[in-house]
């Protein structure tokens, strides 16, 4: 009874990450070394991500409460689960950064502000670069014609002055 209650109050939990998360990302990590598991879990980290590694009877259980029973097809063997709760692309970005020189790590599937990513899209997520580049481009390119503005207004100044 005790076990049951246990497995009952993980899926509870489970089931509130996948509500909250802006992401959640699916990866097999079949023949990786402890220590590469802590380099891992250590760059989820700085990049603000949660990395659990939780049975795939109670993930679908917990995925199927949020509304996701469609991930069923990618609980196939082991299978850790990166949750992001602010930027959606950061487990994304961090495990396909990883699976470069890691080729056991293997990015199934993902969860994506509600919407089921295969393989594909979750590595093209994965390409997007983290949010304070894209505002700081952003910022960059308001920046170039209002410089281009400032420098017209400043040189219809020195003109109309020169005139005077």
């Known amino acids: 009874m005790r076990n049951l209650q246990i497995k009952e109050q993980k899926v509870k939990e489970l089931t509130e990450k996948f509500q909250k998360a802006q992401a959640a990302i699916l990866t097999s990590y079949i023949g990786i070394t402890v220590e590469e598991d802590t ?5 989820m980290r ?19 409460e ?21 930027d959606p692309t950061a487990p994304a970005r961090v495990l396909a950064n ?28 994965a390409k ?19 410089s281009n503005l400032v420098y017209v207004l400043n040189a219809i100044k020195e003109k109309k002055e020169a005139n005077a």
């Open 39 to 43: 380099e891992l879990r250590k760059k």
């Open 46 to 64: 700085e990049a603000g991500v949660e990395y659990k590694v939780v049975k795939n009877t109670l993930t679908l259980r917990a995925a199927k």
């Open 66 to 86: 949020a509304g996701y029973s469609e991930i069923e097809k990618y609980l196939v063997g082991p299978v850790a689960i990166a949750f992001s709760y602010d």
């Open 98 to 125: 990883f699976a470069e020189n890691h080729k056991v790590i293997e990015l199934k599937a993902g969860i994506v502000q509600g919407q089921i990513f295969d393989t594909q899209q979750v590595k093209e997520l």
């Open 128 to 146: 997007i670069p983290p949010r304070e580049v894209l505002i700081a481009k952003i910022l960059g390119s308001f920046k170039a014609p209002l």
